[in-house]
């Protein structure tokens, strides 16, 4: 028997379009602080635009998911790359919070349909059931390879010429990402039973599946500690961490500035994710898949806890970025290959992409929360501790998951 192939041309444009797309949504954290003083905004509301965004994202997410499956991936992913751009040239030339947070929506809806519901869907269909896991593991590390560059070149591009010039090279980069749609073929992988299934009667089968309401309400926190890290940590380095000491390591590696580090960090987090996605993924075919999320998020809970309680210097941000990137995106490929295992794959990206809402709904409050917690107290303490919260419950709810496949309705 011929062994099928890990790496495809549908994986190989799948990591091309996942890489581009979160190397520039990882990077708008950089911004926050350029833009707040250009306009004199408070911190909330260029926040606020993120958190738009990230709520943007979640509610596209299924629709993208369902005009996949409707119509194609490819005018799914089309779609959202025309939607992306538009959202990044009009932001561009947005002077008022307001219109921020309008085109943020745009952005979000781009996002959705470039990210992890249809990339995810069109890459499980074209693997193998022995490679599956493996291959979802492979693409979303491959947006975290985008999140080790987003940040530094914008750091970089931002040395070189306004901001809203980079919005407009960002736009330029995420369409040209069409370019590789030719390879972007997948057959429907799917059983018989699951063909002649419904979107519906496969909705009503998922939504009165106690497991999935559970899986549903513990990637709430997977998004409320990603997006709340990847809008504020910058910032929030820039400002409370020590001072970088001439001659130290950091220093002779051109880390001479707080900012440069806030930057640096991203950058670590999304190369200690690529290992830890991976390992995920390896980790995923041979072991239960919900203890192994249940791990991740009190991982996550614990690394978070001591970063806050000891002192904030650069030594502790290196270390927190690794070894919270190490968990960073590894839920991904678990969650949606348990959504898989679970409800088949015919309705993937529609039901994955259900899931991710609520992920996005935490995204939504931590980015907009820290926003709002700075301009009250001045830190950003409190929503840390949100967070370890919130962790602590995803790592619960995750076990009394069934992790088991739901046999299709009748016709």
């Not at 707040?36 to 958190?51: C, D, K, P, Q, T």
């Not at 000491?245 to 950058?267: H, N, Q, R």
Request: net charge positive; hydrophobic share 55%; with cysteine.
């Amino acid at each position: 028997m011929t062994r099928a192939p890990l790496i495809t041309p549908v994986l190989v444009a799948g990591c091309i379009i996942m890489l581009i797309s979160f190397a520039i949504r990882a990077s708008f954290g950089v911004f926050q602080i350029p833009i707040a003083e250009e306009f004199n905004w408070l911190r909330a509301e260029f926040s606020l635009a993120i958190a738009v965004q990230n709520l943007a994202w979640g509610i596209g997410q299924p629709i993208f998911g369902a005009i996949a499956e409707k119509l194609t991936d490819r005018k799914a992913i089309i779609l959202g790359a025309i939607v992306y751009a538009v959202g990044l040239v009009a932001s561009a030339y947005s002077i008022t919070p307001l219109a921020h947070q309008t085109y943020a929506w745009l952005v979000g809806f781009g996002i959705a349909g470039t990210g992890f519901g249809v990339i995810l869907a069109v890459v499980g269909r074209a693997a193998s059931d022995e490679n599956r896991p493996m291959a979802l593991a492979i693409a979303t590390a491959a947006g975290s390879a985008g999140q080790v560059v987003g940040a530094p070149v914008a750091e970089w591009l931002l040395t070189m010429m306004p901001w809203q010039s980079v919005f407009l090279v960002f736009a330029g980069i995420i369409l040209a990402t069409l370019l590789v749609l030719p390879l972007m073929r997948a057959e429907p992988a799917a059983t018989k039973a699951e063909l002649e299934e419904s979107i519906g009667q496969v909705l009503v089968k998922a939504f009165k599946d106690p497991s999935y309401t559970l899986i549903f309400l513990g990637f709430f926190s997977c998004g409320y500690q990603l997006a709340f890290v990847t809008a504020h940590f910058p910032a929030f380095v820039t400002e409370l961490c020590g001072p970088i000491l001439p001659g130290g390591a950091l220093y002779s590696i051109g880390i001479t500035s707080t900012s440069a580090l806030g930057a640096l960090a991203i950058s670590l987090i999304g190369l200690a994710n690529i290992v830890g996605t991976l390992t995920a993924g390896y980790l995923g075919k041979r072991y239960s898949k919900k203890y192994l999320l249940a791990g991740i998020y009190l991982g996550r809970t614990i690394i978070a806890a001591l970063f806050i309680i000891f002192p904030i210097t650069p030594t502790s941000v290196i270390l927190f970025s690794v070894a919270m990137g190490s968990l960073w995106l590894a839920t991904v490929p678990l969650t949606s290959g348990l959504v898989a295992h679970i409800y088949g794959l015919r309705y993937m990206g529609t039901l994955y992409g259900i899931v991710f809402f609520s992920h996005q709904l935490g995204s939504f409050l931590g980015v907009w929360l820290g926003g709002r917690m700075y301009d009250i107290y001045g830190d950003y303490t409190a929503v840390w501790w949100v967070g370890v919260g919130v962790g602590l419950f995803s790592a619960i709810v995750h076990l009394p998951v069934k992790e088991r496949p739901l046999k299709a309705a009748a016709a």
